[in-house]
């Protein structure tokens, strides 16, 4: 009788399980689907406006009496929702999506007010490819349009890469697509006149491992801190160890809070050829090691790295947001160079 009533019981708890599951995909489905539709009437607005003001009745730029006009009858007899700059964000979608089947469905109205507002096609088409491959959130589309991620990882291509990136976002193929320089760690929240420790460097990051993790990048998967090395009796630590899922590799980081310097790249080397000969499975791909730290000596780290055949890199870390307008105002020089190059 006891295991009668205990098989109900479980199947009973199994049927509660399984309805909230179908609750919460349909939750999550409906939320989708209202969120689609709410952009496309947006992107509908969006065409009246601007159709109403090509019959020459009167132009509808930000500030000018029809926004202000149809923002308060609107809000009158429809509620909120149509703020002038709300009204602005609609025109704007039209005019830079002027089909609407290439607004993406994974994207909220959220997403693409954040993304109206950048003024470069090339770093607005990079941010919605982002978020559309690794589902950003709206918080973290604005935390990688602060750091200039689009700048940072397009400085260092060539003028082709760079409309690859900015067409199809960052794809993952190889070792030196991992590769940020610099990287920012502005969400440590580190005074600027505060003096760390590697260790305490270390720890800070490990604290708010989902933000080092957006910050690295896709694919990366947390393994351990202080990796222990065992060679002659010697003890040595790799500071983190992660692994890349699309690569298929360990990474190793070594951090430094002073100029990397040729002992550290060869240290580097010695933990890569450990991990390949000991750590790594049969169908891992070789490991990559990044010696990460506070400046570096270009000159100093292509002589280090000359001869090693190691996926080895040299990076810098910065606790503070990069100078976002010097940093466009540097792509926008180089890709207009290459373009002088080619005739």
Known sequence: ?????????????????????????????????????????????????????????????????????????????????????????????????????????????????????????????????????????????????SSALFERLALSKDKKSVLKLAEKGQQIEKAEDIIKDPYVFEFLDIPEDATLSETELETKLLNKLSHFILELGKGFAFVNRQHRITLNNKHYKVDLVFYHRILKCFVLFDLKIDAANHQDVGQMNMYLNYFKEEESMPDDNPPIGIVLAADKDEILVEYATGSISNKLFVAKYQLYLPDKKLLEDELRYLLAEKDKSEF
């Open 1 to 145: 009788m006891k295991n009668k009533i205990s098989i109900q019981k479980n199947t009973y708890n199994k049927l509660i399980l399984e309805i909230g599951d179908l609750l919460e995909k349909g939750r999550k489905a409906a939320f989708k689907s209202v969120n689609t539709i709410l952009v496309e009437t947006y992107w509908h607005i969006g065409k009246q406006i601007v159709e109403y003001e090509q019959k020459g009745k009167e132009k509808a730029e930000y500030g000018s009496s029809l926004l202000k006009r149809l923002s308060s009858d609107l809000k009158l007899k429809h509620g909120k929702g149509f703020s002038r700059s709300n009204l602005q964000y609609m025109r704007l979608l039209y005019l830079i999506y002027p089909k609407c089947q290439t607004l993406s469905g994974k994207l909220s109205w959220s997403h693409y007010t954040e993304l109206l507002s950048v003024s470069d096609d090339l770093a607005r088409s990079f941010y919605e490819q982002q978020c559309t491959n690794e589902n950003w959130s709206v918080r973290e589309l604005k935390r990688q349009r």
